[in-house]
């Protein structure tokens, strides 16, 4: 079963907008990753969270982590034609041994 | 660094055969573990590997089976293959056994039974 749900399911906008993925899970974590994965393709890690962080940036990237919600969002700025993938966040939770439950994906699609 | 192989990429089989897909993890990862992605179903875990030893198991039939050997390549098998197999077999691989870090995964093998 999937632990995280993702919001919006597709998304589409113009280069140079600003992308925001949102991502809800069930149970504790030891931390939120975020993937993406171009047609495909095998998935890239982007950034990881920790659940006792609340923000991360890299790059043109930014995560913030709400534990008392269960919810994570990934923003992408001044988005690229590139940028355009599937992103996943996925979830390390405290009792699932070594395994991460991955969301249902976001497909991004930004248009030059 | 080489980055996670597997082989093949792309496979056809018919309802009833079996099927094993190979994983070579990145040099010095010890931990392997397999997901199975479908449109339906999405990305869902399999099993983990670490030290020869599963040391995690997904909701999948024991249709489903793995291994993983000394040099910590992996293989999993799946037998009496049905249509709803059709998927993406990814390996991912990680340096150790702890439930932190990312995972590095491979291009994956697409699977199509007819």
């Known amino acids: 079963s999937q632990q995280g749900e993702e919001d919006p399911q597709a998304l589409s906008i113009q280069e140079g907008e600003n992308a925001t993925m949102n991502c809800s899970y069930k149970?504790?974590?030891?931390?939120l990753q975020w993937y993406r994965q171009n047609s495909g393709r095998g998935l890239v890690h982007l950034i990881l969270?920790?659940?006792?962080?609340r923000e991360k940036h890299s790059g043109r990237l930014r995560v913030t982590l709400d534990t008392s919600k269960k919810s994570s969002s990934l923003l992408i700025t001044a988005s690229r034609a590139a940028d355009t993938a599937s992103y996943f966040c996925?979830?390390?939770?405290?009792?699932?041994?070594?395994?991460?439950?991955f969301g249902g994906g976001t497909r991004l699609m930004v248009k030059p | 660094k080489a980055g996670v192989t597997q082989t093949p990429r792309y496979l056809i089989k018919t309802r009833g055969q079996q099927v094993t897909l190979s994983c070579s993890p990145i040099?010095?990862?010890?931990?392997v573990s397999w997901y199975q992605q479908t449109p339906g179903q999405g990305l869902q875990f399999l099993f983990e590997?670490?030290?020869?030893?599963?040391?995690n198991k997904g909701n999948f039939p024991g249709r489903f089976s793995g291994r993983q050997f000394s040099n910590s390549r992996s293989e999993m098998n799946v037998s009496t293959l049905e249509l709803g197999d059709s998927a993406l077999y990814l390996c991912?691989?990680?340096?150790?056994?702890?439930?932190?870090?990312?995972?590095?995964f491979g291009e994956g093998s697409r699977l199509t039974v007819l």
């Open positions: 149970t504790s974590i030891n931390n």
């Open positions: 969270i920790r659940s006792n962080e």
């Open positions: 590997y670490f030290s020869e030893t599963q040391r």
């Open positions: 040099s010095g990862h010890r931990s």
């Open positions: 996925a979830t390390d939770n405290n009792n699932a041994g070594n395994m991460l439950t």
């Open positions: 991912a691989s990680r340096q150790q056994g702890g439930n932190t870090g990312e995972l590095f």
